[in-house]
């Protein structure tokens, strides 16, 4: 005879899924974020969880694939019965869960900055839009170091949306793109050779790269090795992360730009309780990039929303998460109820001599999510501002 008592619906836990790839081209990052998922439901669990009820994660390894993301979303939509999704690193990947999610009628929780021109209703996006990130780098980079760029990327949709949008800031400016270039997501020896010659070719002011995954660190040694200098001509990423320079040989990185809503020596209160957190659970010198912070901060939303809504029903969870605004690592976020993104806070960086993204450019500005990037104008880009007490700091 079995002595537990039986569990009821006022103390069972919520079930929800999460899927990040742990192998594949994108596990690098995508560990990072699966780790600061796992830390924000371990933090409400020793809180008393969510009315009373822990939050238990039913977690799957996408393994970077699009068809093996949609199987396994399928699972747990499915036959597990969650019914809120918290993962998903490249647009390829979420293009393949979101018709899994909308058919289902569940919730998607999608923590990457990503090139936008996407709405669902069954999905919020907590990660960056272009007018929350692309939007500084370029503005940064046309005033400090010129107007001749060449464009490198991973050959999928995020690297050719992301430079399509970009490629209009720096028109806009009188600038120029001089080369465009594309490379496999596995790329090779022979691929960043390529790229190296077209550099040497075109030397330009500044390489904006949407390279994503295990191609990202041999592409900036190849560039060390090739003896470019990023004093005259940086790598400027959106997509080079904490998690890419840990993969990188020392000295290689230093002096190359990015540009995200979070960096890990960010100095406000909660960045500082989050990384301290972080890193003591899983390695001081573990990296924590900026879509790690956005799948930290949207757990603590969606607890928020469903203990308002006293159910996991999406949507009871949409209806609530609008209403909600949390004080995240990077500063006080909150959901836009007209297209499901996030006002988030932009900033720009440079890597240090230690691979550390040192800030040096804070507009101080929450802004609000364009993902259809009506407002292309480099001195517009729908800023929220906000109380000085609300200030995002540095």
Known sequence: MNDQPELTLATEPWRIGVLFSTT?????????????TLLAIDEINAAGGVLGREIRPVVYDAASDPKQSRALAEQMIGADGVKLVFGCYMSSV????????DSFRGLLF????????????????TGATLNQNAFQLAKYLLARHGQRFLFIGSNYIYPYETNRIMS?????SRGKVVEELYIPLTAGADDLSHVVKRIRKFSPDAIFSTIVGQATAPFYEAYADAGFSPSTMPIASLTTSEADVAEMREGVAEGHISAATFFSTLGT??????TSSYRLRF????????????????IYLAAAALERAGSDDPRRVLAEIMEIEFDAPQGRVRVDADNHHTYLWPRVARLDAKGAFQIVW??????KPDPYCVSQSLDDWSADFVEPSLSSGR
């Open 94 to 101: 979420r293009k393949a869960v979101l018709p899994v999610i």
């Open 110 to 125: 999608y923590p990457t900055f990503y090139e936008g021109f996407e709405y669902s209703a069954q999905a919020i996006y």
């Open 362 to 367: 804070n507009p101080g500005v929450r802004v």
């Open 24 to 36: 594949g081209a994108t596990a690098n990052i995508e560990r990072a974020q699966l780790n600061a």
């Open 168 to 172: 209009d800031f720096v028109v806009q």
């Open 283 to 298: 390695g001081a010198d573990a990296p924590i990039p900026s879509a790690a912070e956005a799948a930290y901060f949207q």
């Open 269 to 274: 209160p909660a960045a500082r309780k989050f």
